[in-house]
C-alpha cells in the first residue's frame, strides 16, 4: 500500500496531459459515481488486491491522463482494439482507457499521414522513458522485416517496435500475436512473425487472448498507474491476476463435465442443455485466463457461453497446438503435447491433473475406436 500511496502521490504533483478531467468524462457519459466505486472494487478484486485498495483504484484512475501511452499496430486483424471499444455504450474500462493520455493510437487517432507520423515521433521524445508501450501485432521478421511496414516512411514494424521499445517505461503485448506470434506466427510461417519479446529483449507482459478482454487490457495499465512496475507474470509473461487460473476450472459448465454430460454434436439436446464441450473440441482444460469470470462485450459473454467450445487462443502456438478446434486434443494428442512440455509448457497438464473423468477418456477412445473401424 506504501509503494501505491508514494507513486499515485508522485502522479497526482504532475501536470494533468488532458484536458477533461475524469469526472467530467463520466458525468457526460452518465456514469454515476457509485458505478465508479463499484467498478474500483470489482478491479481491485480483479487484480488480486485486497478490497482497502478500492479506493487507491479510484484516485489511480483519476491520474490516467498522467501517464502517457502509445500503442502500436503490427500484423493482426484489430480485434484487440474492438475487444475495448466496440460497445453500443462505453464501459467504465473503456472510459478509464480513454482517459490515459493516449499519445498514439492508428486506429482511433484523427490525425493521418505526416501528421500522425510526427505525432508518433513527438510522443516517442517527449515522453521518453515515461510512456507505456502498448503493442497489438506480431512482428514480422523475415526479409529484414519488409513484411510489414507502416506509414508514408515506410518504415518496418520492426524498427518501429525497436525504436518505440528503447525509450518505454513498461511494454504490453496486447494480444496473442504481439505475445507469441498468434495466427501469423502459425506454420509455415512465411513472413517469420515473432511475440514483441522474441524481437526486442525487454520485459514485456504478454497480454495472451485473440482478443483479450478490455478488463486484462485496462487492469494491466491500471496496475501500472498505480505500482509503477509490471504485476507478477506466469512462465510465459501473463499477469497471475488474469491468467493464474484455467479456462476450465471456472466454467459455469463444468458440473456437466464433472458429471460426464457431454455435448456430441453441435446443435445436439445437450447443447441446448447446456452440457461441456470437451467433446467437440473444448481446450478449456489447457487454457490459462480469466474469460468465464470477466467475459467479454460489458462483461456479456465468452466463447464457451456462447455455445463453441474454448480454441485456447491465449496460449503461445495455440493455432498450431490445439487445432482442430471441434475435435478433442484426446488421450493421443495430450500424450504427444506432454512430450513438446516445454514448448507448451504449464499449460498441458496430465490428464490426472486436468480432472478428466473416466467417462470422458472412455467416450472419445470409444469415439476414436469408432472412427478407426468406419
Ligand atoms: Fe486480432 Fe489483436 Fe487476435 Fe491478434 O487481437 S483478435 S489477430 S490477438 O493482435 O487484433
Ligand atoms: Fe467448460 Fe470446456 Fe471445461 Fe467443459 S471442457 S467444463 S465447456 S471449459
Ligand atoms: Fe480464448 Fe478460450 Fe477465452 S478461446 S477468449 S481463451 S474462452
Known amino acids: 500500500m506504501a509503494t501505491c500511496r508514494t507513486r499515485i502521490d508522485e502522479l497526482k504533483a504532475q501536470a494533468p496531459l488532458k484536458e477533461k478531467s475524469l469526472d467530467t468524462r463520466m458525468e457526460q457519459d452518465g456514469v454515476s ?59 467504465i474500462d473503456a472510459l478509464i482507457f480513454d482517459h490515459v493520455s493516449l499519445e498514439y493510437h492508428e486506429t482511433l487517432m484523427a490525425a493521418a499521414g505526416w501528421q500522425a507520423e510526427e505525432n508518433l515521433e513527438h510522443a516517442m ?16 521478421t523475415a526479409n529484414d522485416g519488409q513484411f510489414l511496414t507502416v506509414g508514408c516512411k515506410g518504415h518496418t514494424g520492426l524498427h518501429i517496435i525497436e525504436e518505440a521499445a528503447a525509450g518505454a517505461a513498461a511494454i504490453v503485448s496486447v494480444g496473442t500475436c504481439a505475445a507469441f506470434g498468434g495466427v501469423q506466427a502459425a506454420a ?8 514483441v519479446e522474441e524481437v526486442i529483449h525487454q520485459p514485456v507482459v504478454n497480454l495472451g487472448g485473440c482478443p483479450p478482454s478490455e478488463k486484462n487490457i485496462v487492469g494491466t495499465v491500471m496496475y501500472f498507474i498505480m505500482f509503477g512496475r509490471l504485476p507478477a507474470l506466469d512462465m510465459f509473461g501473463r499477469p497471475k491476476w488474469a491468467y493464474g487460473a ?45 474469460c468465464p469470470t470477466e467475459r467479454f462485450n460489458h462483461h456479456v459473454s465468452w466463447p464457451v457461453l456462447a455455445g463453441h467450445g474454448c480454441i485456447g487462443c491465449s496460449e ?7 487445432a482442430d478446434f471441434e475435435k478433442p486434443l484426446g ?11 516445454d514448448k507448451i509448457g504449464g499449460a498441458i497438464l496430465g490428464l490426472s491433473a486436468l480432472g478428466l473423468g473416466a467417462h470422458a477418456v472412455a467416450s472419445v477412445v470409444v469415439t476414436k475406436k469408432e472412427e478407426a473401424s468406419k
Open 125 to 140: 521524445t517527449a515522453y521518453k522513458g515515461q510512456y507505456i508501450l502498448a503493442v497489438e501485432g506480431a512482428v514480422p
Open 316 to 322: 503461445p502456438n495455440f493455432w498450431d497446438s490445439m
Open 331 to 341: 488421450r493421443r494428442e495430450l500424450h504427444s503435447l506432454d512430450m513438446t512440455a
Open 33 to 91: 459515481r457509485r458505478d465508479f466505486m463499484k467498478w474500483s472494487a470489482t478491479t481491485a478484486a480483479a487484480l488480486g488486491l485486497p478490497l482497502q485498495f478500492a479506493p487507491m483504484v479510484a484516485e489511480a484512475a483519476e491520474i490516467a491522463d498522467r501517464v502517457p501511452l502509445i500503442w502500436l499496430h503490427l500484423a493482426e486483424c484489430t480485434g484487440c482494439s474492438e475487444s475495448l471499444i466496440r460497445a453500443d455504450t462505453p464501459s
Open 188 to 195: 509455415p510461417n512465411p513472413t517469420e512473425a515473432k511475440g
Open 246 to 290: 484455467r479456462v476450465h476450472d471456472n466454467c459455469e459448465r463444468r458440473g456437466r463435465f464433472d458429471a460426464g454430460e457431454f455435448v456430441e454434436t453441435f446443435g445436439d439436446q445437450g447443447a441446448k442443455d447446456g452440457y461441456c464441450l470437451y467433446k467437440v473440441g473444448c481446450k478449456g482444460p489447457y487454457t490459462y485466463n480469466n
